[in-house]
């Protein structure tokens, strides 16, 4: 009887050939010393070793460049940032005295508080390094010590605040002299300054007097910073 063909049979010995003549090569290989180890792409064996000492001394002068010409530049930085936040500071210590003239805001102590006649201002002396923010209240456009304010028993000192610098900074100059008094007085207010119609005051870092801010107002009320 004729034989009839499994396909299903066939194409397992096929397989079967297949495997073990690769086997066959690969034990071929193995026994010339090759090994079926796979390839690392992409990886360069000269990666694996250090740094040598000429790489690690030019990184080194690197960072030490960049940081010779940093750290100038960011204590600049630091200094302007200083004086800038002094100059604003002082500015609106000014403008706060205005806004209390206009604003008639009392002051004094409980049961004993009154409207000043001359309104606020700012005292400066240069000797002294004082900047004071005062009451007018006898009404001379500057400010007087003692107690001048009020009613007996009930008198007290027209000094209301010290006003301190930002820290690392101080007066410099004062125009046009020292002691140097601004005022307003209400309503409009009336700005009056010791000795002119502009007051300049400069003020500086301690550390180095050739960096300065100047704060400058006049009567018409303008106040500025350079």
């Known amino acids: ?33 090759f090994t079926l180890a796979p390839k690392n792409f992409g990886v360069d064996s000269q990666s694996e070793r250090g740094f040598t000492l000429v790489e690690l001394l030019a990184v080194i002068s690197i ?35 205005e806004e209390m003239a206009m604003a008639a805001k009392e002051v004094g102590p409980d049961g004993a508080k009154i409207v000043p ?7 400066f002396n240069q000797s002294s390094k004082e900047i004071i923010l005062f009451a007018d209240c006898d009404n001379n456009q500057q400010f007087t010590s003692g107690n ?54 400069i003020i500086s870092l301690e550390g180095d007097l050739s960096k300065t801010k100047i704060i400058t107002t006049n009567k018409a009320g303008l106040i500025s910073v350079q």
């Open 63 to 97: 960072i030490a460049i960049l940081t010779a010409i940093t750290v100038p530049n960011y204590r600049s930085f630091q200094d302007n940032l200083v004086l800038h936040r002094a100059a604003a500071k002082l500015t609106q210590d000014i403008r706060g005295a």
């Open 148 to 201: 001048v304010c009020g009613t007996p028993p009930n008198k007290f000192p027209e000094k209301i605040e010290e006003i301190e610098l930002e820290l690392g900074t101080a007066l410099k100059t004062l125009s046009p002299s020292s002691p140097l008094n601004i005022t307003f007085t209400p309503p409009t207010p009336k700005i009056s300054i010791t000795g002119g119609g502009t007051a300049a005051i």
């Open 117 to 123: 006649t001359g309104g606020y201002g700012i005292y």
């Open 1 to 33: 009887m004729p034989k009839y063909l499994n396909p299903v049979r066939d194409s397992e010995d096929r397989d079967k050939l297949k495997k073990e003549s690769i086997s066959n090569r690969v034990n071929v290989k193995m026994n010339k010393g």
